[in-house]
């Protein structure tokens, strides 16, 4: 299986780019956003996703592991395959999926071509207790490396992260925390320390 490329961009298309390394043309499937920052003649560095199916190999690349984590988590909804999961992360990073879903702002998730209200209530929805082990490491999924909440960048030992942990100790399922946390952080700021956001986090929730 293959988990990582890492070659000259030669060629792209709408929706694919040919990674050539060491003399060998790797048909890459990527999202848009992907696409948009890649440039033929340069080099690229991308995770790969390998999917194999009787009739044919499929590899998609993505810049972060992070990335293709939510990849892989969108097509665990019904009705997702690559082709959707491609395009939502196509309009949406990472971490403003992450929000979207946090918030039920499913009109954000519908902006991805292809995807119609249905789909995108589903997946906000259904990954509402998922989103927050993907958005911060060390919280849910345990993840390495940061994410962002709500706009705001954090990492495992971030007061943020350190409240949505308090939290979830207390009971509240992962998605509740994560967008009493983000509610907090928007009226609070980045600058909040742990427990003015966990008392602004408790507040939300009782309301």
Not at 20 to 48: F, N, P
Not at 82 to 101: F, H, M, Q, R, Y
Not at 109 to 127: F, N, Y
């Amino acid at each position: 299986m293959i988990g990582k490329l890492r070659g000259k961009v030669d060629a792209m298309g709408e929706s694919i780019v040919i990674i050539d390394v060491g003399g060998v043309g790797y048909e890459v499937q990527a999202s848009a956003r992907t696409l948009r920052a890649l440039e033929i003649g340069k080099e690229a560095v991308l995770t790969i996703d390998t999917h194999v199916r009787e009739d044919a190999i499929r590899l998609y690349g993505f810049f972060t592991e992070v990335e293709r984590s939510w990849f892989r988590t969108l097509q665990t909804v019904q009705g997702v395959g690559a082709k959707v999961a491609l395009a939502v992360l196509g309009v949406l990073s990472p971490a403003d999926l992450a929000s979207a879903i946090a918030f039920g702002n499913w009109q954000a998730v519908e902006q991805a071509p292809g995807v119609g209200k249905k789909i995108a209530q589903r997946i906000v929805a259904e990954l509402k207790d998922k989103a927050p082990g993907l958005a911060i490491s060390g919280v849910g999924a345990g993840l390495g490396g940061g994410g962002e909440l709500a706009g705001v960048t954090v990492s495992e030992s971030s007061p943020a992260a350190e409240a949505m942990s308090a939290l979830t100790n207390l009971g509240y399922q992962p998605g509740e925390a994560a967008r009493a946390v983000a509610a907090a952080l928007q009226e609070l700021g980045s600058e909040a320390d742990t427990a003015k956001l966990i008392r602004r986090g408790l507040k939300e929730l009782a309301g």
